[in-house]
């Protein structure tokens, strides 16, 4: 059975940091790009950041560069989001996704790309 599980959210003040897990079981990891995307309440799910299984390169769209940062340990089929100097305009539900074809890369991560997702953990941070 394939399984994404996100952990790792809460609450939080603006300045603060975060760090998100998704654990995948039930399909090859090292096969799959994985994304990190967030849905605000009110607003479309949006693509953040992901990480290439070719190569290991990452993405991230403008408004969580330099603060965001993905990372992967395929020993432990994990991808991580650290999450820095976050914001209130953060909050969201955060889910990770994977991607068979590995499409990350070159343009926000694209909801229709993704093959499985978790089932998302809350980020609340307060001004």
């Known amino acids: 059975e394939v399984q994404l599980v996100e952990s790792g959210g809460g609450l939080v003040q603006a300045g603060g940091s975060l760090r998100l897990s998704c654990a995948a079981s039930g399909f090859t990891f090292a096969d799959y790009a994985i994304a990190w995307f967030r849905q605000a309440p009110g607003k479309e799910r949006e693509g953040i950041s992901c990480i290439s299984s070719s190569d290991g390169s990452t993405y991230y769209v403008d408004s969580v560069k330099g603060r965001f940062t993905i990372s992967s340990d395929n020993a432990k089929n994990t991808v991580l989001l650290q999450m820095n100097s976050l914001k209130p305009e953060d909050t969201a539900v955060y889910y990770c996704?994977?991607?068979?074809?590995?499409?990350?890369?070159?343009?926000?991560?694209?909801?229709?790309?993704?093959?499985?997702w978790g089932q998302g953990t809350q980020v609340t941070v307060s001004s």
């Open positions: 996704a994977a991607d068979g074809s590995d499409h990350c890369g070159f343009y926000d991560p694209q909801i229709f790309e993704y093959d499985y």
